[in-house]
Structure formats: structure tokens, C-alpha cells
């Protein structure tokens, strides 16, 4: 896990955060293939799962999203509250988001297509695959 920071712009109508790609000052580190957003409220939990090859940046765009990053043998948690603001996670990392304030929003941000099979749902089986790469 990696957290990152992104231009933010204030002024009286309203905040500009800037995510540009690989290219641009605002470097989002990977070309984007897909975006989606998440609006849960206080007390959800989503995420627990990890991918084979997938790379995401999550990014709290309302509210507050603890998010949990594990490798297998140890866990990093960093609280998001900021558009400036994302967690770099890479694949075969375990992630959590806790979700900390009604209508939170999430912004995440993947390197690849919406992909079934590269999804790793269950724990134990990321456990597994982790000890083998050791």
C-alpha cells in the first residue's frame, strides 16, 4: 500500500482535486481502464478481497473510509478523508474499507477491466497463495 497526494483546489464555488494519468503532473501511476464509485454509510464494511493482477487507487471523495491493507503477514490501515488523497494498492495485497460517516463516497481507480477471475475472495486462499510466493 502506498498513500499518494493530488492537487487540490479551493476556492468560493466549490473544490477541484485534479487525477491525471502516467502522462500528466497528477500522476494517477498506471494508465486508468475502469473507475467506479461505492456510497455506504457508517459502520459498512466492503472490499475483503485482493487480485491477481489488478492495481486500484482508492480515493474518499465524502466522508471518511478506513481502509486496511494486508500482505499476508502484516496490516497497514490509513484513514481517508481527503479527495487530495489515495491509497496505491497493488495486486495480492488483502484490503478492507470501513466506512466511517454516512453517504461516504469512494473513487476507485484500476489499471484493468472489470475481471471475475482475477478476484481472490476468500482469506484463506490469500493466506495460501502469499506463503508460496515466500
Given at each position: 500500500m502506498q498513500k499518494l497526494t493530488?492537487?487540490?483546489?479551493?476556492d468560493p464555488n466549490g473544490i477541484l482535486t485534479v487525477f491525471e494519468g502516467p502522462v500528466g503532473s497528477a500522476k494517477v501511476?498506471?494508465?486508468?481502464?475502469?473507475?467506479f464509485t461505492v456510497l455506504a454509510n457508517k459502520g459498512d464494511v466492503r472490499g475483503?478481497?485482493?487480485h491477481y493482477q489488478c492495481t486500484q487507487l482508492l480515493v474518499c471523495l465524502s466522508g471518511g473510509i478506513l481502509v486496511s491493507c494486508s500482505d499476508g503477514s502484516k496490516t497497514e490501515k490509513v484513514l481517508l478523508e481527503s479527495s487530495g488523497e489515495g491509497i496505491l494498492?497493488?495486486?495480492?495485497?488483502w484490503a478492507i474499507q470501513e466506512y466511517q460517516k454516512d453517504n461516504s463516497v469512494m473513487m476507485v481507480l484500476c489499471d484493468r477491466v472489470?475481471?471475475?477471475?482475477?478476484y481472490i475472495r476468500d482469506h484463506d486462499t490469500?493466506?495460501?497463495l502469499k506463503s508460496r510466493k515466500a
Open positions: 493530488f492537487p487540490v483546489y479551493k501511476p498506471f494508465p486508468i481502464a475502469r473507475a475483503e478481497h485482493a494498492i497493488p495486486p495480492l495485497t472489470y475481471e471475475p477471475e482475477d490469500f493466506l495460501h
